[in-house]
């Protein structure tokens, strides 16, 4: 099946790729079993676009070109959007935002997403959630003892995952925001999916819709409420409003936290102190939204280093070479055991690293590492840092 030419940048880079296979060696797809053939690799779906584009002799003349097929778009979306390619790659390809754009051109020719992506553009239409929750109930988890403020300076975003499956990070970035006597507020029921889930897999066009889209909406009540800064503890949330809302929305007018930096921050201005040590000893994991994307590694090293008397384990692949725990880019919705089979292998090199706990500052990632400790049959905590720090206020 043909569609006409790919979208320029695509076209560009396909060709500018040297086909030299260093994203191969750091993919995480390839460590699952029986997904390290070529066609898999980020290597393989370039030279795919770039024989779709252009075609040589042979294929013109014998019209067997290279297709959109059922295959290949299946291909495309075995990606966890972690962005370990895009460091690897000696060309500087930005691949993260080609196979996003790739996935919405696959979209808008009906070939695309797979099944269990369509049943998210239901669900966030619908619920403006993914989980297919009430929307009445995405306050639930506020807790009755909040101190809200009446003229807030920080809005908390909780984002859909924390309001609906991990309520104790949202709850526990409440406690901390409280320790700290930081003016806050939430935005409630006025809250709507970040549009994360539907930009990884190519649905662009119910987040960037100018009148009703998710990114308009939520613009909207930051404007509303006149805030100047905005928090939150997803790092898939805070990857899609410092990022793709500035690429469909325009720059925004307030200043955008991972809480991770917000704690960090407080405790260098000496408005947050941590009184007791870390429970156990602690591997942290690099979450890919924050980390390979923007970067956000020292931040949350130094508030573990905040703890009295307590100490940290470095996984062997850390930072900017953190293994993806397979959580991300639509890939575990579609492909769950493929994503806990990944997080087994990282639950088990922090096992070998002596450690007691793993570690993390994104939801998803605590979500999935905790289901691959149980596929692993390793007995490992999983918690996200957020709620160390509120039980050590």
């Known amino acids: ?27 995480p797809i390839q460590l699952i079993d ?34 959109m097929s059922k295959e290949f778009v299946e291909r495309v979306y075995n990606c966890t959007a972690c962005g370990y390619c895009q460091i690897a790659c000696h060309v500087e390809i930005k691949f993260n935002d080609r196979w996003e754009q790739l996935k919405q051109w696959l979209v808008e020719n009906g070939v695309a997403p797979l099944d269990r992506h369509r049943a998210l553009r239901t669900r966030i239409l619908a619920k403006h959630n993914p989980y297919d929750e009430a929307h009445e109930r995405r306050a639930d988890w506020l807790p009755k003892s909040a101190d809200r403020s009446d003229n807030p300076d920080v809005l908390f975003f909780a984002g859909c995952t924390a309001s609906y499956r991990q309520q104790k990070i949202a709850q526990d970035a409440i406690r901390v925001l409280d320790a700290a006597d930081v003016e806050y507020d939430v935005l409630g029921t006025d809250e709507w999916c970040c549009g994360s889930p539907l930009i990884r897999t190519g649905q662009t066009d119910v987040v960037t819709n100018e009148e009703n889209g998710l990114v308009a909406h939520n613009m909207r009540e930051f404007e509303r409420r006149g805030v100047g800064t905005v928090v939150t503890a997803c790092a898939g949330c805070f990857m899609t409003l410092n990022h793709n809302y500035q690429l469909y929305g325009g720059k925004h007018g307030f200043r955008l936290y991972h809480m991770t930096q917000f704690i960090d921050m407080l405790i260098t201005d000496g408005k947050l102190e941590l009184r007791k040590p870390l429970p156990s000893k602690v ?34 692949r850390n930072r900017q070479n953190s293994q993806c725990c397979g959580a991300g880019g639509g890939f575990k919705i579609q492909f769950n055991d493929r994503a806990e089979d990944l997080a087994s292998l990282r639950v088990k090199e922090a096992a070998a690293t002596g450690a007691d706990m793993l570690v993390s500052a994104c939801p998803f990632c605590v979500t999935n590492l905790s289901q691959g400790a149980k596929r692993a049959g390793i007995e490992m905590k999983v918690a996200e840092l957020v709620s160390l720090v509120a039980e050590s206020t």
Request: hydrophobic share 30%; net charge positive; aromatic share 12%.
């Open 1 to 27: 099946m043909s569609f006409g030419r790919l979208p320029e940048e695509i076209e560009r880079d396909a060709h500018a790729c040297l086909q030299c296979g260093y994203c191969n060696f750091v993919c």
């Open 34 to 67: 029986g997904r390290g053939w070529e066609s898999y690799r980020v290597r393989g779906k370039m030279y795919h676009l770039k024989k779709y584009a252009h075609p040589g002799l042979l294929e013109r003349l014998t019209g067997d070109r290279a297709k």
């Open 283 to 316: 591997a942290y994991h690099d979450p890919c939204h924050i980390g390979r994307h923007f970067g956000l590694y020292e931040e949350p090293r130094r508030v573990l280093r905040s703890f009295p008397e307590s100490s940290y384990l470095e996984l062997p």
